[in-house]
């Protein structure tokens, strides 16, 4: 399985921007997926996370209502549409694959390489 995230830049504050994390396999329908985002000095934390079909989701307290997170089963790609982004949404953004259907409080078995976002005041 091999996860390759996409869309990442440099934007002003207010602004948006749409990552994309496209994974190999057949099996991509039957996970659930997530955002993860490490800044520098800190630990990596869980930005959203949505269930095998989309109907679930879940956020981080401080991107509720900026942040979005979706999935097309059939393009085997996870998305996370960010906006209204803040200075503090700068880092390194993960996407990352549930080894069950629902997120649940699992740990990640799959890891996608990092895309950076960086938003300027």
């Known amino acids: 399985v091999q996860l390759q995230a996409s869309g990442g830049g440099l934007v002003q504050a207010g602004g948006s921007l749409r990552l994309s994390c496209a994974v190999s396999g057949r099996t991509f329908s039957n996970y659930a997926m997530g955002w993860f985002r490490q800044a520098p000095g800190k630990e990596r934390e869980l930005v959203a996370a949505?269930?095998?079909?989309?109907?679930?989701?879940n956020y981080l307290d401080s991107v509720k209502g900026r942040f979005t997170i979706s999935r097309d089963n059939a393009k085997n790609t996870v998305y996370l549409q960010m906006n209204s982004l803040k200075p503090e949404d700068t880092a390194v953004y993960y996407c990352a694959r549930f080894p069950n259907s629902y997120y649940g409080g699992s740990r990640v078995d799959y890891w996608g390489q990092g895309t950076q976002v960086t938003v300027s005041s």
């Open positions: 949505i269930n095998w079909s989309g109907s679930t989701d």
